[in-house]
């Protein structure tokens, strides 16, 4: 099993930056990615960001290209979001994943995700 906690959400206005960790406990040698998904109030969680621990590729939503950033550091088995011109559809509970997603395309699907973390909520204000 692997556990993940996220940290960094908060209340900002649109424009600023927030940047978001998520540290992962337990059998992390399981995981090959780690990526990032959002859920607005009634909405579907929805692909963010993901990155792959060997080599770290990357995959962004196109909403959040150019202007969100993931990274890790594998010695820390932690995930990081970068977060900046952030703008009010930004808003929602930040979930952090974690698992093996076989192909580019999975990446983007919550289902073909292992692990979820509780969430932490970003708000981006006008």
């Known amino acids: 099993q692997v556990q993940l906690v996220e940290s960094g959400g908060g209340l900002v206005q649109a424009g600023n930056s927030l940047r978001l960790s998520c540290v992962a406990s337990g059998r992390t040698s399981n995981i090959a990615a780690m990526g990032w998904f959002r859920q607005a109030p009634g909405m579907e969680r929805v692909f963010v960001a993901a990155i792959r621990r060997s080599g770290g590729n990357t995959y962004y939503a196109p909403s959040v290209l150019g202007r969100f950033a993931v990274s890790r550091d594998n010695a820390k088995d932690t995930v990081y979001l970068q977060m900046n011109s952030l703008k009010p559809m930004d808003t929602g509970i930040y979930y952090c994943?974690?698992?093996?997603?076989?192909?580019?395309?999975?990446?983007?699907?919550?289902?073909?995700?292992?692990?979820w973390g509780q969430g932490t909520q970003v708000t981006v204000s006008s």
């Open positions: 994943a974690a698992g093996s997603p076989t192909y580019s395309e999975d990446h983007y699907v919550a289902g073909r995700w292992d692990y």
